[in-house]
């Protein structure tokens, strides 16, 4: 069963911030009042720690790379946290989180000689890199469905 982990940008009115932190994952994004919430409830534990991640991206300042870097769209990080819930997986390492010059959004795991990094480019495509450090093997492609981002996850933790 997929989570229900679709995420809602709201604005809510008479609820403190700790209030919604009980309930929600919850991060105010840019100057305004705006707040991106994920519902926490059947939500694995890794991704619940990934989001606040994510959303620290958002308020990233234009230049930021000082190359002319921007944030990533609201868009995006609502369909990275989406695609994580949709790979029904409980039980796994964090990413670490690494913003992109043009938007992109891309999760790296290091685990022990084993590296994979997941990148949410800027046009949509959903690409991968990954390294065996033991054998000095890499391998890039297109991710093209979510049975091969699945066996892409397992393969950095040893599962396949």
Not at 9 to 26: K, M
Not at 66 to 78: D, F, N, R, T
């Amino acid at each position: 069963m997929t989570p229900s982990c679709t995420s809602t940008r709201s604005n809510p009115t008479g609820l403190s911030d700790s209030d919604l932190q009980e309930s929600f994952a919850v991060s105010k994004i840019a100057e305004s009042a705006t707040v991106f919430t994920v519902p926490t409830e059947g939500i694995p534990s890794w991704i619940r720690r990934t989001v606040p991640q994510l959303l620290r991206l958002s308020s990233l300042n234009v230049n930021w790379d000082s190359y002319g870097g921007i944030a990533p769209s609201l868009e995006k990080l609502e369909a990275v946290i989406d695609l994580l819930c949709y790979t029904e997986i409980d039980t796994f390492p964090e990413p670490v989180v690494v913003p992109g010059s043009n938007g992109e959004i891309q999760l790296e795991w290091y685990l022990g000689n084993r590296e994979l990094e997941i990148e949410f480019g800027s046009t949509g495509r959903l690409e991968f890199l990954r390294t065996d450090n033991e054998s000095g093997s890499e391998d890039e492609g297109v991710v093209e469905d979510l049975d091969t981002l699945r066996r892409l996850l397992m393969w950095v933790v040893g599962k396949a």
